[in-house]
């Protein structure tokens, strides 16, 4: 079998690369759906400031693997990396030098961003990854992964979403005068039940001395 082209992808690629994310997503036990996919992920890779990057493995005329990288910055190092989110090859096209040339143009992508590292995680279970990548030199560190999902954020602790400002802002801007004016007479509200309180709050108190009062004069 030959080994596969190594190379930059290409629009005319994504839609295999979807397949194989779901190939990839199904390997890992995770869930995934290809809808709206691969129009997004062109957006990202091919639009004048890329924030994706994605190399393919061709044997003949198909897609067999592929990774993708995007730029981050690291707090700690105060510096750019690059983060290999994806690296997946076809079974039948592993343990011959593919993925360590795919590899490779990772770790060029991120000399020509001038990253200072590249960082990627794998499922623990996934004991051929961890030892390819050892074999390279990498290490690891043992830590849990997570993931918020934007609709259980919101719902978990009432964040507003960008629509919900989006509306805010439009309202604040177009009903400024009714809102205004609704504030203005809000407050005028507030102001006259302050005053029947604090009214009643006095009578209460004066009440005893005025009965005393009235009785004084009567008698």
Not at 136 to 146: I, M, P, Y
Request: net charge positive.
């Amino acid at each position: 079998m030959p080994k596969p082209l190594v190379r930059v992808a290409q629009p005319g690629d994504i839609d295999e690369v979807v397949k194989l994310c779901a190939e990839h997503a199904f390997f890992e036990k995770a869930k995934f759906s290809p809808e709206g996919k691969a129009n997004r992920l062109r957006s990202a890779l091919f639009s004048s400031l890329p924030r994706l990057w994605c190399f393919v493995a061709e044997a003949g005329s198909s897609i067999v693997g592929y990774a993708a990288c995007t730029k981050d910055y690291s707090t700690w190092r105060a510096a750019d990396y690059l983060h290999m989110d994806c690296l997946y090859l076809d079974p039948a096209y592993r343990n011959c030098g593919t993925g360590t040339g795919m590899m490779q143009m990772v770790a060029q992508q991120a000399d020509a961003l001038e990253c200072t590292a590249v960082e990627w995680q794998t499922p623990a279970w996934n004991a051929n990854a961890v030892r390819f990548y050892q074999k390279l030199g990498a290490t690891s560190s043992e830590k849990v992964r997570f993931f918020w999902d934007r609709r259980k954020l919101i719902s978990s602790i009432a964040v507003p979403t960008r629509s919900d400002r989006q509306n805010e802002e439009a309202k604040d801007g177009s009903l400024y005068s009714k809102t205004h004016a609704f504030g203005t007479k809000s407050m005028d509200a507030v102001r006259v039940g302050l005053m029947r309180m604090f009214a009643h709050d006095e009578g209460a108190e004066s009440g005893a001395s005025n009965t005393v009062h009235r009785r004084k004069s009567s008698s």
